[in-house]
Structures are given as C-alpha cells and as structure tokens.
C-alpha cells in the first residue's frame, strides 16, 4: 500500500516544487508512524466502540493503518508556516495551504516528510463537478399521491424505485434501516434542517452529526450545495403520500467532502478522510454520489488505464474503507453517453466498491450510466438501481425529480442498509453478493448492465436458507479446523458428489486459492498452500458439487 502510494507521488514531487506558486493546496506525505502517542493496543483512544464492535463481528484486526497521523508531525509541518487541512492517518498525510515556497522547502526538510505534491494550480469554469452533468426537474408534481395505487405503506412519489427492487415486501418484514448507521460523503445538505421530508431524522435524533473537510473553519454542512439534500431524500425520506426513502429509519452521518464550485484533486483527499471519520464513528454504510475523471487543472485528469482499481487516491481509500468492514456504495458515474470517456469514474473502478448503475423507470438502463469494464477486465457497473426520473427532495418543502447516478446509489444504499438490518451477522461481502444472484442480469453479468437490478425480498429469502443451512449444519462438506492457522482439511460428506470446486476468498471477495477435481464421498481435500501468510479475518469457502453450492465462513485467528 504504502509503496504504491508512494510510487504515485514520486512523480509530482517536481512538479509540485517547480510550479509557479500562487495561493495552493498540497498533500504532504510522512514517512511512518514512529513514536505516535496512539498505539493499537489502546484503540478506544482513537476509534469508537461502534468502530471496535463491527471490526470484532468480522474478525477485522485493528493494525498500524488505522492509527491517527502522528500529531508531532503535524505540529512540525504547522510550524513550518503551513494551514493543516485534513490529515488522512490511511495514507498517513496531510492536506495544507500555503502560498509561499520558503514553507514548502522547510516542510521538504523535515526528516519525517517524504514529500510534497501540488494539489491545482489553476481554475476552469468550464469543467464541472461529477453531479453537474445530472438533470432535475424543478416543476413540482401534485402534493400528494394517491395511496391505493402503491402499497399499504404509502411511498408517495418514490413507489416506484422502491418497488423496482422489490423493497416494499423487505419493509413489510419490519426492516426500515433500524440500527444501522450510514454515512453520507456529498457537497453540502442545504434546507435539511428544515425540509419536512427529514423533519422525522431530526425528531428522533437519526441525524448523528455532520463534518465540513472542505472548510474545516466553518463546519457547516447546511451551507453549502442541494446535492447532498437530494442524495439524503433517497434514503432518508420519511412523510407518507409524498415520499418515503430506502431506510427511513437508519441513522445519517453528513459529511462534505466535495467542492461544488470546483474540481480538484483534493476533493479525492478529503473523501478519505471524510471515510476515515466515517470509520472511526462506526457507520456501517458510506454512500457517497461522487466520482473522479477529469479536473479543473488537465495534468491532473484520469485516463481509462488509471480505472484499475489501484491508482486514484480516492479508490485506495475506498477499498481501504470496505477493508474495514463497510459497505461501500458509490455512484458508476454519468458519462455513458460520453463517446470520448464512458467509462465509470473513481471511486467506482474499487476491487471492493459496490458500484451502482442507473436504471430508467421501466427498468432500462439509462443512456447517461456509466459503463465497464475497469481497466483490468472486471465487470461494473455491479448492479442497477432507479437513476432516472428518481423522486428527491425540491428545496421548499417538496419533492421534484432527477437524473442521475447519485440517486440510484442511495437508493439501492438505503435498501442495502435493511437488508443488513435483517441480517446483522452477515458480512458486506456476503450481502453483495446476495444482491448479485438476485439480480435480473445474474445469469450474463455484463458491462453495461451489471448483474441487473437486485430482488431485494429475493436476496431476503437466500440469506434466510443460507442462515437456516449454517444452523441445521446441512452441508456438502465438513472444513476443519475452524479457526485455521497454516492448513485446511476439506471432507466431502455429499454421497452424490462425483466432482467438487472450491474458491477461498477472503472478507471483501479477493480470491485466495481455487481448486477443482474428481471427489467422492468421504474424500478429504488438504489446503496449505499461502494460508499460514494470510492476514487474521474471515474467509469464506464456496463449495460446488453438482448443481448444489454452499458457502463456509472460516475464521483465521
């Protein structure tokens, strides 16, 4: 991780010091975290019991990564001259402003800086933010819809995207997003507090708290852009005959990582540390309607090759985030009608990020959505969701409709967030992968479509037999020992079985070992290769025989 960062900067190290320099931002990268006052053994000092309870769930390890920048090195680069922005303790740096090259040289000599990069350098009011591409409907629709033409929950004006995946029926079953935490990383939540559409949030105190990384002097997020506002009603909507969101009842974090009025390269910076304090406080979900390709400043613009899933910084950071035991959703991107660049936008391309698609009401894909494959061959979007002719929040106390991928994330956020209510035990990996297999795409996943628009009552019902089957201890095989250390002894106990396949992939889907052979009854397969080098954590082995399949949850001490 630290090497591929590293490797990132080493090539603007030079532009950064040789640029005329004029009022600028920088991201100064530190060496380590050698002599911090934090130490993981005291992780209730720097992280949530929130935080510490979903690591403990997914057998996550708090490590070194997760320790704060250290603050003497912070105190160093202040005292060279420099304004601390946002320090990003997963990258282990820190943004800052200064306009003065003497500040950026004492900052260069300090013995714990490895470098400094240059953030922009230049304003183009001709490009525009990732949601500026989107369409809204400001004509106001009729205050209220008729409720015998929805469902007994009267949705109002968002029936229908929530209906498209099927989440009425999951509703019904009592999961509304009770319990479950999400963060929302956007540009600003203006009027939430005092759109009647959350009047609900704030009443039962669902709105947890708010932080500002754009202007960190002010700390006012409900200053600032409609988008975030809109993003929000997807999920968070709760008046009956207007409209009703996803998770109604889930718990909101509102977090501004994104400057509306420009496009720079440190709006990437932010969004980790926005997912970082996501993190800390223990959110379960980050939605975030943003995405990364081109920037004010050009030398700083991605190309298709840097959609690999390891290059962007804001990608890093998001895996590193789902690493960590979150869901992360993020918009595909609006450039599918792009001809130059169609492709999705960072963060998106993460190996780990659930990349969403936008679907029109009539459940076709929508012309504007974003398209595949990363750059190394994977499949995204990964699933679809309403994107067009979406219901959101109008700014006086209403509710309009917009086009865009940042509303089929949030919405298909929001259900993912009842779903995970409905089964607490199940990582974000599994329940992806439920949302995956009952997708009306699943059988030919493609690059356009993904794996469909997910069923959500669908994926309901096989995480149910999924967790009936681990009760009853019905399987095709017996794995043991669990927990492991260097080896795994595989018994088939399926009295049919002719043939078997078995995939070890660890918390987030990364393949670790795959196997296919001639088994039969009371055959015992022995796995050792790489095990004894796997971090601690969960793993999961997929079993196949026949046409039956099973999933194993191991557990690596």
Aim: aromatic share 10%.
């Amino acid at each position: 991780m630290k090497k591929l960062f590293t490797s990132i900067l080493f090539v603007l190290l030079f532009i950064s010091l040789s640029a005329q320099i004029a009022p600028n931002k920088y991201y100064v990268q530190f060496t380590d975290k050698n002599n911090s006052p934090y130490s993981i053994d005291n992780p209730e000092e720097f992280l949530t019991q929130r935080s510490l309870d979903r690591r403990a769930k997914y057998s996550i390890d708090v490590v070194e990564q997760d320790l704060p920048v250290n603050p003497q090195y912070l105190q160093g680069v202040a005292s060279a001259g420099a304004t601390i922005l946002a320090p990003t303790k997963w990258l282990n740096g820190v943004t800052i402003y200064t306009t003065e090259q003497s500040v950026l040289d004492a900052i260069n000599a300090l013995p714990y800086v490895e470098n400094v990069a240059k953030m922009h350098d230049l304003y183009n009011p001709g490009k525009k933010s990732f949601f500026e591409n989107e369409e809204y409907d400001v004509t106001k629709p009729a205050t209220q819809k008729n409720a015998s033409l929805i469902s007994s929950y009267d949705y109002g004006f968002a029936a229908n995207q929530i209906e498209q995946l099927n989440g009425t029926l999951l509703h019904g079953q009592g999961f509304k997003g009770e319990g479950m935490v999400i963060a929302v990383l956007d540009a600003g939540y203006d009027v939430v507090k005092t759109h009647q559409l959350f009047d609900s949030l704030w009443t039962n105190n669902q709105i947890l708290g708010s932080m500002d990384f754009v202007d960190r002097d002010t700390n006012n997020v409900y200053a600032h852009h409609y988008h975030g506002r809109m993003v929000l009603s997807c999920m968070g909507a709760n008046v009956e005959g207007l409209m009703v969101g996803t998770a109604p009842k889930a718990s909101y974090w509102l977090f501004r990582s994104e400057d509306g009025a420009t496009e720079n390269v440190i709006e990437e910076y932010n969004w980790v540390s926005a997912a970082e304090y996501a993190d800390s406080v223990g959110v379960d979900i980050i939605n975030s309607s943003l995405g990364y390709i081109d920037f004010d400043n050009p030398f700083w613009d991605h190309t298709y090759e840097d959609m690999n899933g390891s290059t962007a910084v804001v990608t890093i950071g998001a895996d590193i985030a789902a690493e960590k035991g979150i869901l992360v959703v993020n918009s595909a991107g609006n450039s599918g009608g792009n001809g130059g660049f169609p492709w999705i936008g960072a963060p998106a391309d993460g190996f780990n990020v659930f990349s969403i698609g936008a679907v029109d009401p009539n459940g076709n894909r929508a012309g504007f959505s974003s398209i595949g494959p990363t750059f190394d061959g994977r499949i995204k979007p990964v699933v679809m969701a309403q994107g067009q002719g979406s219901a959101i929040a109008d700014d006086s106390q209403g509710v309009s409709f917009g086009s865009g991928t940042s509303f089929s994330s949030p919405i298909l956020a929001g259900m993912s967030a009842c779903l995970m209510q409905a089964f607490p035990d199940k990582t974000p990996y599994e329940i992806m992968e439920s949302l995956k297999d009952s997708g009306d795409n699943s059988s030919s996943p493609d690059n356009q479509y993904g794996w469909g628009i997910p069923d959500f009552m669908a994926a309901y019902s096989t995480l149910t037999i999924i967790t009936n089957e681990e009760e009853d201890h019905k399987n095709l095989v017996s794995i043991t020992p669990n927990p492991f250390t260097n080896e795994v002894k595989v018994k088939v106990v399926d009295k049919t079985a002719r043939n078997i396949e078995l995939n070890l992939v660890d918390i987030n889907g990364r393949q670790v070992f795959s196997l296919k052979r001639e088994a039969f009854y009371n055959t015992v397969i022995n796995i050792s290769d790489g095990l004894s080098k796997l971090p601690s954590g969960i793993y999961f082995m997929k079993v196949r025989i026949g046409d039956f399949q099973e999933i194993e949850k191991l557990i690596k001490p």
